[in-house]
């Protein structure tokens, strides 16, 4: 696939492929995931301050820079190349998003904060019986004089730990549709039990019992967030699709460098024609990945039939791909493949985890042959 990238979209992606090679340590990022506060507030009014980009993909209007689609995928995919645990898809895609869409003088204050990385954001969508499909949801809102009261739970929220505000989707009565709520992470009756996943990141089971919240917390129109919801996951989708490609790429260029290294029988074993295979092979996958990437990222204004398809497409092909390259490059480099030394064994848990976010390859093969079905 030939795709061609602006000389402002290539500055851009070189721009924060530089920085995070000079600022983002590997070592630093695992102690803050695993005992620390799950992220480094420095980088992140880094990438706010002085890289500029947590603004680039939001309108000009709250102080970003008005980018798209491309401009996301790109940020994403740096940050996944060096493995950046900062809430970038909840907070700017997914939390960005959904703000945008619903407009309003709320919407656009938490915009702000987003862009000038004061606000950091969690979506509170899943709930027990909802798989990976946001419209099953039990959770409850009612009015109640100039305020919402809202009731229900939601399971496995990342990066709720880390946000100021969640954003949580419920039920009003007599509408069909959903709606979308804004919710103070210090809000009282809001509980959360967090918890580290296995790729080392922060998520949390929530509980809203009785969580009261001004009117104007309910964002765009009551029962009418279905179509935004929906496009924000197909956004979610695109966004960590690229940023495993990143991963993926960087996983691939360690396991060649180390096939060149690793010596058996006196001889590096990158020259085992058998290793070689496997090495090609984990290539034409990772070009796979990068094709549906860039094809969900050019869909995403597309109609949304055709949006659901890319979106269906993208996350199947990435999901095979991540399982395929993390397991043979996990297996090229032996047993030390899976200690915490190495920086592969900390990639192959995110391609993991990844593989199962927003749905599994069995789950969106199925969505797409539904989607195509006469």
Known sequence: ?????????????????????????????????????????EIWQALAQEVGILGASLPESVGGFGGGPIETMLIAEALGEALVVEPYVDTVVLGGGLLRRAGGERAEALLRGIVAGEVLTAFAALEADSGYDVRRVSATARPDADSWILDGAKVVVTSAPLATHLLVTARTPGTAGLSLFVVDAQAAGLTLHPYRTIDERRAADVVLEGVRVPADALLGAEGGADESLALAVDEAIAA???????GMRKVLADTVEYAKQRKQFGVPIG?????????????????????????VTLKLD????????????????????????????????????????????????????????????DYHTARYAALTRP
């Open 271 to 295: 020259s085992f024609q058998v290793l070689q295979h496997r090495m090609v092979d984990m290539h034409l996958e990772l070009e796979q990945a990068i094709a549906a990437t860039y094809l």
């Open 240 to 246: 960590i699709s690229a940023e495993a490609v990143g």
């Open 302 to 361: 597309a109609e949304p039939a055709e949006r659901a398809r890319a979106s269906a497409a993208a996350k199947a092909t990435v999901a095979r791909a991540a399982r395929f390259i993390g397991q043979h490059a996990v297996q090229l480099h032996g047993a030390m493949g899976m200690t915490e030394e190495l920086a592969i064994g900390h990639f192959f848990k995110r391609l993991t985890a990844v593989q199962h976010e927003w749905g599994s390859a």
């Open 1 to 41: 696939m030939d795709f061609e990238f602006t000389a402002e979209q290539q500055l851009l992606r070189d721009t924060v492929t530089e920085f995070l090679a000079a600022r983002y340590d590997m070592d630093k990022s695992r102690a803050a995931a695993r005992l620390g506060a799950g992220r480094q507030p």
